[in-house]
């Protein structure tokens, strides 16, 4: 089992940037896929961007040139930053990992993860 706690959130205005932060703990020596997901009220959620062990990345197309996800597996730490942050980035935005390999058009599928920390919650005005 992998403890996941995510902070960062906050308040911004449009066109202002926030880094997320999302600290792992546990059982971490097989993670390998590892993701943020957010999910705006009303809505259901959505996978944001996702990275592997071996660095490689994806993200959903309205993220990219925007958002750059990263991880730190020497502080155990996954990072979001977000930057241009528009309204409808307004949103509980939650880290996810999962252990074994995963094939990447499964990295922001939300059924892929099995481990998921309590959200931190971003709000755009």
């Known amino acids: 089992h992998v403890q996941l706690v995510e902070s960062g959130g906050g308040s911004v205005q449009a066109g202002g940037s926030l880094k997320l932060s999302c600290t792992y703990s546990?059982?971490?020596?097989?993670?390998?896929?590892m993701g943020w997901f957010r999910q705006a009220p009303g809505k259901g959620p959505e996978g944001v961007a996702a990275?592997?062990?071996?660095?490689?990345?994806i993200y959903l197309d309205s993220m990219k040139g925007r958002f750059i996800i990263s991880r730190d597996n020497a502080k155990t730490i996954l990072y979001l930053e977000m930057n241009s942050l528009k309204p409808e980035d307004t949103a509980m935005y939650y880290c996810?990992?999962?252990?074994?390999?995963?094939?990447?058009?499964?990295?922001?599928?939300?059924?892929?993860?099995?481990?998921w920390g309590q959200g931190t919650q971003v709000t755009v005005s």
């Open positions: 996810a990992v999962e252990t074994g390999r995963i094939r990447p058009d499964g990295w922001l599928l939300e059924s892929t993860y099995r481990n």
């Open positions: 546990g059982y971490t020596s097989f993670i390998d896929c």
């Open positions: 990275i592997d062990s071996d660095g490689a990345s």
